[in-house]
C-alpha cells in the first residue's frame, strides 16, 4: 500500500478509536470495525439519511458535522441536533428496525465510516466481549440523548404553560 493509502488509514483508525463508541476497545478489538467499515464523503447539505426511509446502516463522524431535522419542507428546518467529530448518528433503525426518524444532513464537509446491521451483528456474534463493550458506550450514549430531550421537553412544557 503506498504511503496515501496507509496515511489515510491511520487517520481513520486514530479518529475511531477516539469515538465514544469505541473508546473502550484495545487496538485488535477495533480491527473488526476497521475491516468491515465503508467509508463515504459528504458535501454541505448533502442528504445523508432521509425521515421515514429504511436503513439499517449506523453511522459514524470522522470528520465535519452534521444536523438532524424533523419535519423538513422548503422555507423551514426544525433542527433537532447537531452531532460532530466521533459521534454516531443511524442507531434507532439497528435497534427498531423501523424507518428513519428524522434526516440528516450534512452540515460542512463531512466524512463517515458506515457499518452495517449484519456486519455489526456478525461481530457481536464473533466476539460478545466486544459486542458488551461497544453496545454498552451505545447505550450510555442513547441515555445520554434521551436526558437532553427529556429536558428540552420540560422545557418548552413549561413555556407552554407561561403563555
Do not use: C, W
Amino acid at each position: 500500500m503506498g504511503r496515501t493509502g496507509g496515511s489515510v488509514n491511520n487517520r481513520r483508525t486514530s479518529k475511531m478509536r477516539r469515538a465514544y463508541l469505541f473508546r473502550n476497545l484495545a487496538p485488535a478489538e477495533l480491527e473488526p470495525f476497521l475491516k468491515t467499515a465503508r467509508y463515504r464523503s459528504y458535501s454541505p447539505n448533502e442528504v445523508v439519511i432521509a425521515e421515514e426511509e429504511t436503513g439499517d446502516d449506523l453511522f459514524l463522524i470522522l470528520s465535519g458535522s452534521v444536523r438532524v431535522i424533523k419535519g423538513r419542507s422548503e422555507e423551514y428546518e426544525q433542527v433537532i441536533g447537531m452531532l460532530r467529530e466521533g459521534e454516531f448518528f443511524g442507531e434507532m433503525a439497528l435497534i427498531d428496525r423501523m424507518p428513519r426518524s428524522a434526516s440528516v444532513y450534512a452540515h460542512e464537509p463531512l466524512k463517515l465510516a458506515i457499518f452495517s446491521h449484519a456486519d455489526l451483528r456478525s461481530i457481536f456474534e464473533r466476539n460478545p466481549a466486544i459486542g458488551l463493550k461497544v453496545v454498552t458506550a451505545f447505550a450510555e450514549v442513547l441515555s445520554q440523548r434521551l436526558r437532553s430531550t427529556n429536558d428540552k421537553l420540560k422545557t418548552l412544557l413549561f413555556l407552554e404553560r407561561t403563555f
